[in-house]
């Protein structure tokens, strides 16, 4: 599965408007799951869950920061990602089902704060541009 | 939220995000392109049926098995649908109601509605066999 140029192009330039919020958007990404689906709270008993927790917030940057690498590598995420890649399969181990419900929650905020942005070809693309990613971080796995 | 629009736009997202789904709708005509599918009067028409029927699952939060038990049938021996679309619907319908309340789609909110979508996926599929 690879990204058309049509489809390459609605992320970037969608990615421009949403690196301005890229914080408040990383912190309430990782929220939504939490809450949606509380199995994904298994892999953070070490952090402060609450809502607007430190911890929350800088761990919600790193994510939408390798978001933006993918998106700035758009020809080559499994180049931009590869380290990540090795750090899923090899220390953290998230079970793969773990990505859609993440993807999701993603394109559920993205959808809340861009709604005249997100039209349905924007929302099939980030769906699969957001495959593409968690196929890569998985992609070590076995 | 206007069930017509909201489930024609539901439906129609469905359709344009996960193309195979395609394959349940080949007598509706135009579906090749994502303005096509989003403007075809069938998908539309359709989109209103499922949805009124999810408002009626919410008349019935409590029996929702009962609500759903001859569409779960229709769905398993007449229409041959994989549940796993349901849950794909179900997630096309969160993201719809995401755009259309925005700021106020908090993920308190959301984690209801997946609750609900799960509840309602999980009836559908109750009498398959």
Not at chain 1, 38 to 64: C, E, I, M, N, W
Not at chain 1, 88 to 104: E, G, M, Q, W
Not at chain 2, 85 to 94: A, I
């Amino acid at each position: 599965m690879s990204l058309t140029k049509t489809e390459r192009t609605i992320i970037v330039s969608m990615w421009a408007k949403i690196s301005t919020q890229a914080d408040t958007i990383g912190t309430e990404t990782l929220e939504r799951p939490f809450l949606s689906h509380p199995q994904t709270k298994t892999y953070f008993p070490h952090f402060d869950l609450h809502p607007g927790s430190a911890q929350l917030r800088a761990h919600g940057s790193k994510v939408v920061a390798a978001v933006g690498d993918a998106v700035k590598s758009i020809d080559d995420i499994g180049g931009a990602l590869s380290k990540l890649s090795e750090l899923h399969a090899y220390i953290l181990r998230v079970d793969p089902v773990n990505f859609k419900l993440l993807s999701h929650c993603l394109l559920v905020t993205l959808a809340a704060r861009f709604p005249a942005d997100f039209t349905a070809e924007a929302h099939a693309a980030w769906d699969k541009f957001l495959s593409v990613v968690s196929s890569v971080l998985t992609e070590k796995y076995r | 939220v206007n069930v017509e629009d909201a489930g024609g736009e539901t439906l129609g997202r469905l359709l344009v995000v996960y193309p195979w789904t395609q394959r349940f709708f080949d007598s509706f005509g135009n579906l090749s392109s994502a303005s096509a599918i989003m403007g075809n009067p069938k998908v539309k028409a359709h989109g209103k049926k499922v949805l009124t029927s999810l408002g009626d699952a919410i008349k019935h939060l409590d029996d929702l098995k009962g609500t759903f038990a001859q569409l779960s049938e229709l769905h398993c021996d007449k229409l041959h649908v994989d549940p796993e679309n349901f849950k794909l619907l179900g997630n096309v319908l969160v993201t719809v109601l995401a755009i259309h309340f925005g700021k106020e789609f908090t993920p308190e909110v959301q984690a209801s509605w997946q609750k609900m979508v799960t509840g309602v996926a999980s009836a559908l599929s109750s009498r398959y066999h």
